[in-house]
Nanobody
Framework: QVQLLESGGGLVQAGGSLRLSCAASGSIFSVNVMGWYRQAPGKQRELVAA???????NYADAVEGRFTISRDNAENTVCLQMNNLKPEDTAVYYC???????????????WGQGTQVTVSP
C-alpha cells in the first residue's frame, strides 16, 4: 500500500508559475514511475509528465518546454515545475505512483486525491 500526498495547487495569473509536489510513502517499490495527470471539465484525464526511477522523462506535447518533472529531496518525492502557465492548463492535477518490475510492467498503481490548478487570463 502506497500513500500519496499532493501539494502546490492554487490560482495563478496567465504567465505565472506553480510547483506541484507529490510524496509517496508506505510499501515503496524500488523500480517505479511517478507522474502527473490532469483532467479539465468535460475532458478525459491525460498524462502531463512522468518520471521513472531510472531517470527517464515523458511529457505531453502541450506542456513540453514549459513544465519540468523531477525528483525532489527524497527519492520517492516528485515535483512538477509549471512555468508560463496558460488558461488551457486549468484542471485538476493528479499524482500517480506505479510500482513496476525490471521490464517496466506495472505491478501496482496508486492515485493521489488531486489538486486544483486554475490559471486566470
Amino acid at each position: 500500500q502506497v500513500q500519496l500526498l499532493e501539494s502546490g495547487g492554487g490560482l495563478v495569473q496567465a504567465g505565472g508559475s506553480l510547483r506541484l509536489s507529490c510524496a509517496a510513502s508506505g510499501s515503496i517499490f524500488s523500480v517505479n514511475v511517478m507522474g502527473w495527470y490532469r483532467q479539465a471539465p468535460g475532458k478525459q484525464r491525460e498524462l502531463v509528465a512522468a518520471l521513472t526511477s531510472g531517470g527517464r522523462t515523458n511529457y505531453a506535447d502541450a506542456v513540453e518546454g514549459r513544465f519540468t518533472i523531477s525528483r525532489d529531496n527524497a527519492e520517492n518525492t516528485v515535483c512538477l515545475q509549471m512555468n508560463n502557465l496558460k488558461p488551457e492548463d486549468t484542471a485538476v492535477y493528479y499524482c500517480k505512483y506505479s510500482g513496476t518490475d525490471y521490464l517496466g510492467r506495472i505491478l501496482a498503481y496508486y492515485w493521489g486525491q488531486g489538486t486544483q490548478v486554475t490559471v486566470s487570463p
